[in-house]
């Protein structure tokens, strides 16, 4: 896998950007023996448009039989929809407050700054991020 970050520690695909397509995606992952992708949402099914943190790659082998499962993190997604909205910094701002916690992968996308733990700087970078004043990577 080439454009993204993959943590064989914890099964996850990260450093994905906020309203990535399935299409985008899957050309940025060099898959070799005919091996194919296919992402999950969080009900078993097969997704087709934007992917989102909390999604499931599933690569599989020239036999269609599963190889890897790997969870997928879009940076700033903390509520799974693949885009970074006022719903998203409210989630980290209540997580700051300890209001409601992430946990998981909903905690590693709001981890921005990807020094190991949520902060106000990634709640700033945050809202930056939706006020359009510096887009995350």
Known sequence: ISRYLVDNTLDIIKNIKKQTDI????????????????????????VSDNIGTGMRATIKDEKNRNMLDMDIVVTGDVSGD????????????????????????????????????????????????????????
């Open 23 to 46: 299409n985008t995606f899957k050309d940025g992952i060099e898959l070799k023996n005919n091996n194919t992708i296919d992402i999950y949402d969080s009900e078993g099914n097969i």
């Open 82 to 137: 693949g885009d970074i909205t006022i719903t998203d910094l409210i989630k980290v701002r209540h997580h700051l407050a300890e209001m409601d916690e992430l946990t998981g992968v909903y905690e590693i996308a709001g981890n921005v700054t990807d020094n190991g733990e949520i902060s106000i700087t990634d709640l700033i970078r945050i809202r930056h991020d939706i006020a359009e004043m510096d887009e995350l990577n």
